[in-house]
């Protein structure tokens, strides 16, 4: 069971805030301060980062994949009432908190780094990186879409011209392959957790069987990843120089940069992953014909 993950780069289909710094003042701070003050702060980088668009195509994704699920594992059984469910869990103002909160832990302590951020995803550049992103990824929601998107990039591909190995060197310096399967590892291990939780199992699953069984859908959940993620590259990108995909690359190598990715990734992950769980236990409900 694969949820796609939610593929991210530095911000593929994140962005910007031009805010200024925290002061912190010489003597103690009172926790709850500073805390408010960390929280509006993120709040406001999550706002200029577009992230009610990007919690949007998640949810129309979501609901494509729910008619996936019902497909694979009750097949005519789950309808409009199944249907319902999915929407409830791919409930966007929920996935906008969780991954708020998650931000907020992760870039609490970023200081100057944060400035960075702000400054480079605040800026026309990065703007214009960040709706890209999102335009590509809405566009590929369409079959027709994705399938035309994958023959461009294997033509790029396989004439290796400049703009292919920058696409490459950008999943490379971003660690996009291995932190997306990471990630669709983990949801997997939660949709698991999620259904061994309702009873589904016709026998107990321990922890060490789900762990092995996730583990043996490392190779699809690889192959997948790569066969989504450098057409969907290609294609946002497409409208860029590459001035300016250099200029996203040497972003992405610096210390703020790379803060920012792994923030991205852990909050991503901590949407995903309760997603799964929650999804997990309504599959398991509808399968056992209780009232999901």
Known sequence: MSLRPFVLAICLCL???????VVHAEGPVAPKTAQTE????????????????VMSVMRDEGLDYGRTLEDEMFAGRGGGRWQTVVGMIYNPDEMRRRFDAALTTELATAGSDLVLIETFFGSDQGQRFLQLEIDAREALLDTAVEDAAKVA????????TSRAALIRRFVEVNDLIE???MGALNANLAFYRGMAESGSFPEEMTEEQMLTDVWRQEPDIRSETETWLFPFLSLAYQPLSDADLEAY???????????MNAALFVAFD????????????AAARQMQGEDI
């Open 15 to 21: 962005a910007p805030a031009m805010l200024g710094q």
């Open 38 to 53: 960390v929280s509006a702060r993120i709040s406001a980088l999550s706002d200029m980062m577009m992230m009610g668009k």
């Open 153 to 160: 990039w294997a033509e790029m591909a396989g004439e290796e």
């Open 249 to 259: 690359i040497a972003f992405s190598e610096s210390t703020a940069g790379k803060r």
């Open 179 to 181: 932190s997306n399967v």
């Open 270 to 281: 901590s949407v995903f992953t309760q997603i799964s769980a929650e999804l997990g236990a």
